[in-house]
């Protein structure tokens, strides 16, 4: 993705996050194609000289819309799939496309796919609308936020951005809770029902929070509420929360 450095880019993005991706439409060759798919040069990666069990042709094959994977497909062809027949030119990217991230996949050392750059990370994201299900093996899209393609990712929303992941706050009730991302919160008198009352008051993170982090939370929740950030985040994804 644009502006990454050299590392695995995962830790720009956490749990929750909504997106807009987007990446500039760029011209190959069609090399392929069925009724449910078209196959293009991928303009981007490369082949992987050194991948002994993964023999990459440079190709990638986008769903048409006749096919059920087109609507979890990110990548659209200009022209339009259906339009193309083996030899033509036309160009690929992103257009723009609302997203949440619903996990982060690391990897050391980083994955052997049959291209180059091996991702050292993986985002998961879902589309606008969808939900996750765990009953559904294949749901979700993976992007690696070091790889080639030149995506943008726009952050929308960052609910509770004020938090990190493992800080321990109390909440107005006196209730104490580990957050772990925006709707994966473990209260620790063990009961499951409820979730945090504003405001909430800053107990540890990485140990003693520093004077500065414990009154920023203290002045972000002095108004709002956890349904505040569960409505702003649902009304851009249109979907519902994995946790709460």
Known sequence: MDGQSADSGGDRFRAGDVL???CAFTETTVTGTTPFHVSVRWPWSEVDPQAANFRWNG???????????????????????????????????????????????HFDPPLVTGMLPRPASYVEVLLRGETHNPEFEDQGYTIDPAGDEPIRARLLLRPYAFLEPGDEVADQDGRAWRF??????????????????????????????????????ARATAVGSHAEELRRWTELTLARPAAS
């Open 180 to 217: 772990d991302a925006a709707w994966d919160w473990h209260p620790f008198d063990g009961v499951r029902s409820g979730v945090p009352a504003w405001p909430l008051t800053l107990l540890s993170r990485k140990g003693e929070p520093s004077p500065e982090e414990a009154p920023a939370v």
């Open 20 to 22: 807009e991706l987007e």
């Open 59 to 105: 190709d990638r094959g986008l769903p048409t819309p006749e096919s059920y994977e087109y609507d979890q497909e990110i990548f659209r062809t200009e022209p339009a799939e259906t339009a193309l027949k083996p030899g033509d030119t036309c160009r690929v990217g992103i257009p723009p496309t609302v997203v949440h991230v619903h996990a982060i996949h």
